[in-house]
């Protein structure tokens, strides 16, 4: 699992393993196939395609879309968890 600590303005795509830490103002792509331990908070949304896995441990204020992913929601989501 690669361990990714962020800071960053724009889009961040996950295509492997990742345990992202720290603070992301845009939105999050999981990729699928992708397993995401989510640490960081997020200002944007997170879009998990089909067959990604996530851990979602940090605060997402935005949408969570879920287009056929494995979720393990331990934090909140400040707007709505769409399945697609």
């Known amino acids: ?3 990714s600590t962020v800071n960053q303005t724009g889009t961040v795509v996950i295509e492997t393993d990742t345990m992202l830490m720290g603070e992301v103002n845009g939105n999050v792509i999981v ?5 995401l331990d989510l640490e960081a908070k997020v200002t944007g949304d997170v ?9 979602i441990r940090g605060q997402i204020n ?5 287009e056929g992913a494995r979720i393990e929601l331990i934090r909140g989501v400040r707007g709505e968890v769409i399945n697609r």
């Open 1 to 3: 699992m690669n361990l």
């Open 31 to 35: 990729l699928p196939g992708a397993k």
């Open 47 to 55: 879009t998990l395609k089909k067959f990604s896995v996530a851990s």
């Open 62 to 66: 935005g949408n969570l879309y879920n």
